[in-house]
């Protein structure tokens, strides 16, 4: 009986051993991740402020253009 519970007791310490060691190689690809995430919401963030930036100063200037003229109407 005493031989069955210690080798049980390894086999569950060996487990345990293991399990720790797949939680910390999760953790660590979890926080890899995350600042891969990160790198990228900044990377859209950029971008979406150039494409605003392009589209305001594609907008000046007909606006400009356009800032002179009058419509005449059929009366």
């Given at each position: ?9 390894n ?8 399990g720790?060691?797949m939680?910390a190689?999760?953790?660590?690809k ?9 790198r ?17 100063a594609e ?8 800032g ?8």
């Open positions: 009986m005493k031989e069955k519970l210690e080798k049980r007791l086999e569950l310490r060996m487990e345990f051993e293991s720790q060691k939680l190689d999760l953790e660590a979890e926080m890899t991740l995350r600042n891969t995430l990160i990228i919401s900044s990377a859209i963030q950029v971008l979406e402020e150039e494409l605003k930036k392009a589209e305001t907008q000046a200037p007909v606006a400009q253009q356009g002179g003229e009058k419509v005449k109407g059929n009366k």
